[in-house]
């Protein structure tokens, strides 16, 4: 058995367990029921498309003569729903601010644990990066 065909079981499971969980939360706010027949199905379905996905995420990286899946990866995959790509959009910034956020906190920690800041480092604002750093 390959690694990957060695984890699917466990993953079938998440896929399963989290699905039940979901259909108890809407059975609960919607007053209905599922059936465990409807849960096995909706869970196979979610991990089929899931697999689907990867495949494809790893097709437009290959495409692009890349061996890391990115963020446009997920993009272009999300092009179908708009609403998707929008909350994917909006999530990727939130990281990129909250990445910028981290960053100046360690420069603060770093500047005041080595001495004084320049006055140069006082006056950047926060979240700059030099173009290097942008080119990466």
Do not use: W
């Not at 689907?52 to 995959?77: G, Q």
């Not at 998707?84 to 990281?95: G, H, N, P, S, V």
């Amino acid at each position: 058995l390959s690694r990957a065909g060695a984890a699917e079981p466990r993953l079938k499971a998440a896929v399963h367990y989290n699905v039940g969980c979901l259909c108890q939360e809407v059975a609960e706010d919607k007053d209905i029921q599922f059936s465990k027949q409807t849960i096995a199905a909706i869970s196979e379905i979610t991990f089929r498309q899931c697999e689907i996905f990867a495949k494809d995420l790893e097709m437009f990286a290959r495409h692009a003569k890349r061996s890391t899946i990115n963020l446009d990866d997920v993009k272009l995959l999300a092009r179908r729903s708009r609403s998707l790509e929008k909350y994917i959009t909006q999530k990727a910034e939130e990281l990129v601010l909250n990445n910028l956020e981290q960053k100046e906190r360690k420069k603060k920690k770093s500047g005041t644990t080595k001495g004084k800041r320049t006055s140069e480092e006082q006056m950047e604002p926060i979240g700059a990066e030099s173009e290097d750093s942008n080119m990466a």
